[in-house]
C-alpha cells in the first residue's frame, strides 16, 4: 500500500518547477487523499455490517458493492497521481529543459 503525505506549505514554481505541473501534482493528491478517506470509510461500514456477511445479506451486499465503486474511485486517483507526478518529472529533467 502506498502511503504519501503532502507537503504542507508548497509553493508552486520554486526550485525551477513548472508551476502547472505542481499544481496538477497537488490537485491529484488532494483527490487521492478524498479517494483514500471514502474507501477506509466503506470499508468500515462493511465491516460494521450485521452478520452473515454473505452474498444473501442484501445490506452486505449493497454495503460491499459501495465499496468496491470507492475502492476503483482510489485506484483511479492513485493513477492520476502517478501520470501527474511522473509528467512533473519529466518536466524537471534536463533533456527537457534546455
Known sequence: MMHFKPAIGYVAGEGGTDGRAASAVEESI???CAAKRAADESLRHVQESPPPHVAA???FTML????LRDREAL???????E???GAQGQRDTPAANP
Do not use: G, I, Q, S
Request: hydrophobic fraction near 45%; aromatic fraction near 16%.
Open 30 to 32: 488532494l483527490a487521492f
Open 75 to 81: 485506484f483511479e486517483a492513485m493513477r492520476r497521481l
Open 64 to 67: 460491499y458493492e459501495a465499496h
Open 57 to 59: 445479506n442484501r445490506t
Open 83 to 85: 501520470e501527474a507526478c
